[in-house]
């Protein structure tokens, strides 16, 4: 079982940008991915980013790459989403997630067994 925390999120202007955090604890976390989603009203929840904790390596939605970037603090044990040029549509609940039984790099929230309670990022114009 994997434990998870965010926080970072808040109110910001079009254009702007935030850093959410997610702490993570449990035994397992450092030898998976773990991942970034968001839900935005009435919307299926959408997957934004992922990072193999292990190697660094990368994995990002289409609508945030080049915007957002994930990373990891091996110190820390925590994973952090840096969000720049944020749009109206980035608004949403956002949550962390963590691989146990997988190890990899896709999209599909339902390789994701622990998640976060979410943080609510919110793009005004």
Same mark, same amino acid.
Request: with cysteine.
């Given at each position: 079982? !994997?434990?998870?925390?965010? +926080?970072?999120?808040?109110?910001?202007?079009?254009?702007?940008?935030?850093? /959410?955090?997610?702490?993570?604890?449990? %035994?397992? &976390?450092? $030898?998976?991915?773990?991942? *970034? &989603?968001?839900?935005?009203?009435?919307?299926?929840? $959408? &997957?934004?980013?992922?990072? %193999? *904790?292990? @190697?660094?390596? @990368?994995?990002?939605?289409?609508? !945030?790459?080049?915007? &957002?970037?994930?990373?990891?603090?091996?110190?820390?044990?925590?994973?952090?989403?840096?969000?720049?040029? /944020?749009?109206?549509?980035?608004?949403?609940?956002?949550?962390?997630?963590?691989? @146990?039984? !997988?190890?990899? /790099?896709? +999209?599909?929230?339902?390789?994701?067994?622990?998640?976060?309670?979410?943080?609510?990022?919110?793009? +005004?114009?």
């Amino acid at each position: 079982q !994997v434990q998870l925390v965010e +926080s970072g999120g808040g109110l910001v202007q079009a254009g702007g940008s935030l850093r /959410l955090s997610c702490a993570a604890s449990g %035994r397992t &976390f450092r $030898e998976n991915v773990m991942g *970034w &989603f968001r839900q935005a009203p009435g919307k299926e929840r $959408e &997957f934004v980013a992922a990072i %193999r *904790w292990s @190697t660094g390596s @990368t994995n990002y939605a289409g609508s !945030v790459k080049d915007r &957002f970037t994930i990373s990891r603090d091996n110190a820390k044990n925590t994973m952090y989403l840096q969000m720049n040029s /944020l749009k109206l549509e980035d608004t949403a609940v956002y949550y962390c997630a963590a691989q @146990t039984r !997988v190890n990899t /790099l896709a +999209s599909n929230s339902w390789l994701y067994d622990n998640w976060g309670q979410g943080t609510q990022v919110t793009v +005004s114009s």
